[in-house]
């Protein structure tokens, strides 16, 4: 399976390790005290029988009846451990079901049940049922890994409509934010986004220490041969990606910010991703760019300088939750060590480790608190202390984790310019990374995914109506 060059392949031989194992008989057989079998084997012949019967309003009151991602204890992160090739069948039948009864009652031209009363179900449903979100981390160089990672989630169509990214993830995030997944898939026919992103044209050279030596007009030069000229509204439009990206302030006293398409409609994705990059020491601070509206490029918020989002928001899963309704995160970790998988039974031993990471934390937020109440520090120090206790408060994980294989080693290769043979390996690492994890991602976000492409069309059908409403009048 680690040998496997597509997930076609690695799906094929997972099936094989499976039937080796007993974890395919564990698949077919719907008992389990992880969850309760009997409910959801219920509820489907219930949604079956509705269905086939063309019972419309009673197929309506029963999806109304509740559709969670954890409904009967289904969403249990054991259930989705146990095989290589997915959960139990009886739980991806439950969720099939439930797409096939969504997208039956989807259509404008339906009879059955009023076009109105249908909008308002979905858009309900949605707000309850929550959406899932991909989040991308920092890591310098080794950030290029997420472009491996949405490869296999688009191929597979997978990728959650909201992604986040700060640093190295803002800049693939803007990447994929802008392009259609046709686009996106295209930048690796002949390898044209290794040979892209290691060109090196304007022989840019980086390093810490060196911030006040950069050519940042060459810096944006390479920038805009990568990604489009665009605000965040306008990818969105184009895409229907929530893209969002972090930024955290140069100087005291000043919060961090996530920019999109709700929160800052017109700002310039590459401003924005130049902002979430800046490393201090390695980058000056950045002012940001937005687009009036008469679709001039001006700063926007001019007194104020950012630097990179790691520092603040690495994986910002709380504003998220707040904007898009996100409950169900998929993390792509670049960086080793950062993060691990929970286990399956706690026991003491995860207890203390817990128990003694928190115990560290709270020292040293402690102890950051008592200096800047009772010493008089600086600008750039007191920036420094608040980017410490960000970083303390920060998880690093979700629910479904994509890491890599490498090792702390990959660290000193961290701002190095690659060459194409180790580009194309990290990307197909994040491939690779990604391909156990294709199975559970399918089966957790099948719903949200349904409901956002429902939602999808109906934002297109009205936007185009509103439209052609202003041209008439």
């Known amino acids: 399976m680690s040998q ?12 094989d390790h499976d039937s080796e194992t007993g974890a395919d008989d564990w698949r077919r057989h719907g008992e389990s005290r992880q969850y309760d079998h009997a409910s959801i084997s219920k509820r489907l012949h219930r949604l079956r029988t509705l ?16 559709i969670h991602g954890n409904m009967a204890g289904m969403g249990r992160a054991a259930l989705y451990q146990r095989a290589k090739c997915g959960t139990k069948v ?12 969504l997208e039956y009652l989807a259509p404008p031209e339906f009879p059955g049940i009023p076009w109105v009363d249908r909008v308002e179900f979905f858009q309900r449903a949605s707000h309850c049922y929550g959406r899932s979100a991909l989040m991308l981390s920092g890591g310098g160089t080794l950030g290029y890994f997420h472009f491996g990672v949405l490869r296999a989630l688009i191929e597979q169509g997978l990728c959650p409509r909201v992604i986040s990214g ?17 686009e996106y898939l295209q930048l690796f026919d002949d390898h044209y986004l290794a040979r892209a992103l290691t060109a090196n044209r304007e022989n840019i050279k980086i390093g ?23 605000t965040f509204l306008e990818a969105y439009e184009k895409t229907g990606r929530s893209i969002n990206i972090t930024i955290s302030p140069a100087e005291p006293r000043q919060t961090s910010r996530l920019l999109n398409h709700i929160t800052s409609p017109n700002v310039t994705i590459r401003s924005a991703v130049l902002a ?13 760019e937005a687009r009036n509206v008469h679709g001039k490029v001006q700063p926007y918020l001019p007194s104020r300088r950012w630097i990179d989002g790691s520092f603040s928001q690495d994986l910002p899963a709380r504003r998220l939750a707040r904007i898009y309704g996100v409950n169900h995160f998929v993390v792509s970790q670049v960086m080793p060590g950062l993060g691990r998988e929970p286990h399956l039974r706690p026991g003491v031993r995860k207890i203390v480790s817990d128990a003694t990471v928190a115990a560290t934390k709270e020292v040293v937020r402690g102890s950051l608190g008592l200096i800047q109440r009772y010493v008089t520090v600086g600008p750039k120090m007191g920036v420094a202390m608040n980017t410490i206790n960000a970083l303390i408060d920060q998880q690093y994980t ?14 000193k290769s961290i701002l190095k310019m690659l060459s194409l043979e180790e580009m194309i390996e990290l990307i197909k690492a994040g491939e690779r990374a990604s391909w156990p994890k294709l199975p559970a991602i399918a089966v957790t976000t099948s719903i949200g995914r349904t409901l956002d492409a429902i939602l999808h069309d109906i934002e297109v059908k009205e936007t185009h109506w509103l439209r052609r409403a202003r041209k008439a009048g």
Not at 4 to 15: F, P, S
Not at 208 to 230: L, Q, T
Not at 278 to 288: C, D, I
Not at 398 to 411: A, E, R, V
């Open 4 to 15: 496997a060059e597509r997930y076609d392949q690695w799906l094929a031989l997972a099936e």
């Open 51 to 66: 269905r086939k019967k063309s019972d419309d309003h009673g197929l309506l009151f029963a999806l109304n009846e509740g």
């Open 90 to 101: 009886l739980i991806e039948e439950y969720i099939s079901e439930i797409c096939s009864a």
């Open 166 to 182: 700060a640093s190295a993830g803002a800049f693939v995030a803007s990447i994929v934010g802008t392009r259609t997944d046709e």
């Open 208 to 230: 810490f220490g060196n911030s006040s030596s950069v050519d940042m007009k060459a810096i944006k030069r390479e920038m805009a041969r990568m990604i489009p000229d665009m």
């Open 276 to 288: 979430s990059s800046a490393l201090p020491g390695v980058f000056p601070p950045v002012q940001l």
């Open 398 to 411: 979700g629910d479904i984790n994509i890491f890599p294989t490498y090792g702390l080693d990959s660290l």
